[in-house]
């Protein structure tokens, strides 16, 4: 049963942007961990951005300075704004949401997340 869903994925050209989306179902994101992957063909699932129940943030280095990690607490959301995208982001595109941990802190090891969306295609091509 799904309890994410993504959405904002699609087809950008180089320098371009895309916001992505991700809403929870049957669960709030409150007082989780929150976190975006990406997994490229034939590569592992990696994590990209993580935002922790209290704030804190973290960004992949390859990421970092070019993508944004955000809540909308009311809509019960987390968002990826992804500028600057370029062709080694091309990838699936997941949420995740750690429900099991009582730390007020976020990773970004699959291993650490219990709920996952569908996931949702970024292609950055020219």
């Not at 490229?40 to 990696?46: L, Q």
């Not at 955000?70 to 959301?77: E, I």
């Amino acid at each position: 049963q799904l309890q994410l869903v993504e959405s904002g994925g699609g087809l950008v050209q180089p320098g371009g942007s895309l916001r992505l989306s991700c809403v929870a179902s049957r669960f709030t994101m409150d007082y989780h961990a929150l976190a975006w992957f990406r997994q490229a063909p034939g590569k592992e699932r990696e994590g990209i951005s993580c935002l922790s129940s209290s704030g804190s943030t973290y960004y992949r280095d390859s990421v970092r300075g070019r993508f944004t990690i955000s809540r909308d607490h009311a809509k019960d959301a987390l968002y990826l704004q992804m500028n600057n995208l370029q062709p080694e982001d091309t990838a699936v595109y997941f949420c995740a949401a750690d429900t099991r941990s009582p730390y007020e802190y976020c990773g970004n090891l699959v291993g650490e997340y219990d709920r996952w969306g569908q996931g949702t295609q970024v292609t950055v091509s020219s």
